[in-house]
């Protein structure tokens, strides 16, 4: 008996096939307005028809990616499926070594406001890569110990200027740290909030239950322990390091 149940219950290989595909009326749907080359349209049409929120890539279904192929370099990659971590990583620190006055040889020279204005310019790089919009980077003087923070209400992230102002290695390194770090916590925003860009599913799954299931736990609240192990930190932290040993290596 309990067999038969399941069996009504269980959704065939074949139903969840059709689930995924696009259909024809879908498809003729976003056609329709790909000669009208207005991004705002595709992009409503497209959510239209993939349904949920936050609404996924525009190109995240491949029958979709397909059938707007003739239009796709017109869209803004905020729309679009980002690259993989690996991939970001690569591409950032490909990018930082690029930026002008960011190696602390040269860093060591520079105002304050130069370092500022050079942190500024590394968000905005890797907010590129990642397919998200950039943070405006604000700095303040705060406590020793603490180096700075994305804040999801303002979408910004204000940094410690105590360690923007020390010429020593080490607080060189945290603040490029810092700003990559903070960045990673934007992306999480986005795509908890806005739109599922980042490619790996499992990795949402685990910001979801962090942010919406669990809550962010706040180290003056819960302690250290839990706000060091939960999620979003880890995966902040481990994108900031390997992007960080990537750039000072290379
Ligand atoms: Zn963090």
New binding site residues.
């Given amino acids: 008996m309990l067999e038969d149940i399941e069996g009504v219950i269980r959704p065939t290989e074949q139903d969840e096939g059709a689930k995924t595909r696009l259909s024809d009326t879908g498809k003729r749907y976003i056609e329709e307005v790909i000669p009208l080359h207005n991004e705002q349209t595709l992009v409503d049409r497209v959510d239209e028809v993939q349904g949920g929120f936050p609404p996924k890539a525009i190109d995240s279904d491949k029958d979709i990616a397909e059938t707007i192929k003739p239009v796709i370099e017109e869209v803004n990659p905020i729309y679009l499926e980002a690259p993989t971590d690996t991939v970001q990583i690569e591409q950032a620190a490909e990018a930082m070594e690029k930026i002008e006055g960011l190696s602390f040889d040269e860093w060591k020279e520079l105002s304050f406001e130069e370092r500022v204005a050079i942190l500024q310019l590394v968000e905005g790089v890797i907010a590129e890569i990642a397919h998200r919009p950039s943070c405006v980077v604000n700095v303040k003087r705060m406590d020793e110990g603490n180096y700075g923070?994305?804040d999801p209400d303002k979408g910004d992230i204000t940094l410690n200027s105590r360690y923007i102002k020390s010429d020593s290695f080490e607080d060189y390194k945290e603040c490029v740290d810092t700003i990559v770090?903070?960045g990673?916590?934007a992306y999480q925003h986005y795509n908890l909030t806005q739109r599922e860009v980042h490619p790996r599913e499992g990795d949402l799954t685990n910001w979801k239950s962090n942010e919406f299931k669990y809550g962010y736990q706040a180290a003056q609240v819960y302690g250290f322990k839990a706000y060091w192990l939960q999620p979003?930190?880890c995966d902040?932290?481990a994108f900031a390091e390997d992007l960080l040993k990537k750039y000072l290596e290379d």
């Fill in positions: 923070y994305f770090h903070e990673r916590h979003q930190e902040a932290r």
